[in-house]
């Protein structure tokens, strides 16, 4: 869907945005945008118009075009998407305001009235030079991490890996003897970690990846097996904490994909439910390219996304 928006006033922004209902309490909406795909110097500035004086400032002080770019678009995508769910019936993206927790997540600061209640709407974004995405989720936590499928590792990967993953996790890449396939799995896990720890809202600080392991279920310890070589319905992520039992568990489902056959993207959701002893359901995945203002996609179910495993 094309979607002609090229004014340089902003405040009926959102009308240009192709309005979306908020996800089922059991789905989570992922968007992406690829910067390379981005190339209008107008349309750059536009998304610049609808970030705040220090935003704007932010980006426009960071070196090397490329991470300009990749800072203003992940500001973009946060607001045109969270302005798509319409919330309210003059949500906008310039009008957004955001906060950050104690280990510094972002959230919505919604403007509401005392005596209303904030909206369900939980997001999370993540970006590399080459491609930024946003997850969306209702009533659940979420995190979500992006990582370059040929990204370079300057490092020898088990020495790497015994610096920041647990015992287990670096057996499991030390039994991989085809090093590209081992470097591979690293980044899978690393994607994963990532996503778990910004779904906490503790980030990397809060949350060492030491701290904590990402296995398959079924999968105990000592036995190996590569994400490839996985069903994608019959595997299940998940995490086994040594800090923090509560953290265990089964109070999160992980999605692993391949997002335009360049990048990894890993998604960590709390479950429905979670805590309550309701038995959770099975979840859902939509998935949204987009070039903001400009061009929407629905690519589930098309060559752009590959389910690894986890959450359909």
């Known amino acids: 869907m094309k979607l002609h928006c090229f004014e340089r006033t902003f405040f009926h922004s959102s009308s240009s945005l192709t309005p979306i209902q908020l996800p089922s309490p059991m789905e989570t909406h992922l ?13 750059l500035n536009q998304y610049l118009d609808i970030l705040p004086p220090c935003e704007r400032e932010n980006v426009l ?16 995508l946060v607001r045109t998407t969270i302005a798509r769910y319409q919330i309210n019936s003059h949500s906008n993206p310039r009008s957004l305001k955001f906060r950050k927790n104690l280990h510094g997540k972002p959230e919505v600061q919604w403007q509401f009235r005392d005596d209303q209640h904030p909206p369900p709407l939980h997001f999370n974004i993540s970006h590399t030079t080459s491609l930024v995405a946003c997850g969306v989720t209702t009533n659940a936590q979420i995190g979500i991490d992006v990582e370059e499928k040929h990204r370079s590792i300057k490092h020898n990967i088990l020495s790497f890996a015994r610096r920041y993953f647990s015992k287990h996790e ?5 039994a991989i003897s085809d090093p ?3 470097r591979m799995e690293f980044i899978k896990l690393w994607t994963l970690k990532e996503a778990y720890v910004k779904a906490l809202g503790k980030g990397f600080s809060g949350a060492p990846f030491k701290t904590f ?7 105990m310890e000592g036995g190996f097996i590569t994400l490839e070589d996985l069903s994608p319905k019959a595997s299940e992520i998940v995490v086994d904490s040594f800090d923090d039992p509560a953290d265990l568990t089964s109070n999160w489902q992980f999605s692993l994909l391949e997002l335009a056959n360049s990048h990894y993207a890993a ?15 099975p979840g859902k995945l939509t998935v949204w390219k987009t070039v903001p203002f400009l061009e929407d996609e629905c690519v589930s179910g098309t060559a752009a996304v590959k389910i690894i495993c986890g959450v359909q």
């Open 31 to 43: 968007w992406y945008v690829k910067p390379s795909e981005v190339k209008s110097g107008s349309l």
């Open 213 to 219: 392991t990402i296995r398959f279920k079924g999968v």
């Open 267 to 281: 998604i960590c959701t709390e479950k429905h439910g979670a805590g309550s002893g309701k038995r959770n359901a």
């Open 180 to 182: 590209q396939v081992q």
């Open 61 to 76: 002080q960071m070196r090397g075009e490329e991470l300009r770019k990749s800072a203003l678009l992940a500001r973009a």
């Open 170 to 174: 670096v057996q499991f890449l030390a």
